[in-house]
């Protein structure tokens, strides 16, 4: 009797996981194949060539929200945290179809800096990319188990989630100034 009740209590918890699991694969995927697939850029590059702007802002934004989410968690004050969490996630959201319709259509923008400055820009991309493909199934296993009410789980996949999705935030906006800006 017992077994089948804690079987029950955990099915919901591996469906999560494993559709968390399914979703972020899938973003995955597309992603490496907007960028690893050659292409030519579409003769609609004029039309999103504000997407990246928007998409260091939305960056940026996600991570005002994020550092000020964990001062509020901190202070104990959890509306307010909640509402800086899902605005975060909000915004990233908003960063992940953006930035799928920007490389669909511009493909993508070659660092074409020199000297020291290179080295520094790829060092960067390579732990933003790695940590931008870790941090969607931590973000929504986060979020999951804080809609669950279970915080304990919650508090301690958050203590790995926040510094990576900051991390990614932060040196999003860096590379957007680096290949835009600096290049």
Do not use: D
């Not at 070659?110 to 199934?137: C, D, K, M, N, Q």
């Amino acid at each position: 009797m017992f077994q089948n009740s804690r079987a029950a209590i955990r099915s919901p918890r591996i469906t999560a996981g494993w559709v968390i699991a399914v979703i972020s694969l899938f973003i995955l995927l597309i992603v490496a194949a907007l960028l690893l697939i050659p292409r030519e850029a579409s003769p609609n590059r004029l039309a999103v060539s504000i997407l990246p702007l928007l998409n260091a802002s939305l960056n940026g934004v996600s991570g005002i929200l994020l550092a000020m989410g964990y001062v509020f968690i901190r202070f104990r004050q959890i509306k307010r945290h909640r509402f800086c969490m899902l605005s975060a996630f909000s915004l990233s959201t908003l960063f992940l179809v953006s930035y799928v319709i920007y490389h669909t259509i511009a493909g993508s923008t070659r660092f074409t800096g020199e000297g020291w400055i290179r080295p520094i820009y790829f060092i960067i991309l390579i732990s933003h990319i790695i940590l931008a493909a870790l941090v969607l199934p931590l973000a929504l296993m986060t979020l999951y188990r804080a809609w669950q009410s279970t915080f304990i789980w919650h508090r301690q996949i958050a203590r790995w989630t926040l510094p990576i999705w900051l991390y990614v935030s932060i040196s999003g906006v860096v590379l957007y100034l680096m290949l835009y800006h600096w290049n």
